[in-house]
Nanobody, 122 residues
Framework: QVQLIESGGGLVQAGGPLRLSCAAS????????MGWFRQAPGKEREFVAA????????NYADSVKGRFTISRDNAKNTVYLQMNSLKPEDTATYYC???????????????WGQGTQVTVSS
């Protein structure tokens, strides 16, 4: 079992930055690829970014490429999502998730956090 707790969400103006964190506990953090997903009201959960176990490989949704950066600190059992140049359409609940292998799909992940709300005002 892996427990994931997201933090760092909030209200931000369009164009501003925000950094999300996801702290993991339980099994060895470095054994898991990590991902960030988001879900807006009335929409399906969508992939945002993912990072490999060691952090060398990353993958981004086209909608956030160049604005968001995923990173991890295995010594701190934490994965981050640095979000810059935020847009109102980035408003959603953001979830972190753990997987055996780096994946862009929801079903590829075994463990999920409870989510943190990000609201971008125009």
């Amino acid at each position: 079992q892996v427990q994931l707790i997201e933090s760092g969400g909030g209200l931000v103006q369009a164009g501003g930055p925000l950094r999300l964190s996801c702290a993991a506990s339980g099994r060895t953090f470095s054994a898991y690829a990590m991902g960030w997903f988001r879900q807006a009201p009335g929409k399906e959960r969508e992939f945002v970014a993912a990072i490999s176990r060691g952090g060398r490989e990353t993958n981004y949704a086209d909608s956030v490429k160049g604005r968001f950066t995923i990173s991890r600190d295995n010594a701190k059992n934490t994965v981050y999502l640095q979000m810059n140049s935020l847009k109102p359409e980035d408003t959603a609940t953001y979830y972190c998730a753990a997987a055996q292998y780096l994946s862009r799909i929801v079903d590829g992940y075994d463990y999920w956090g409870q989510g943190t709300q990000v609201t971008v005002s125009s």
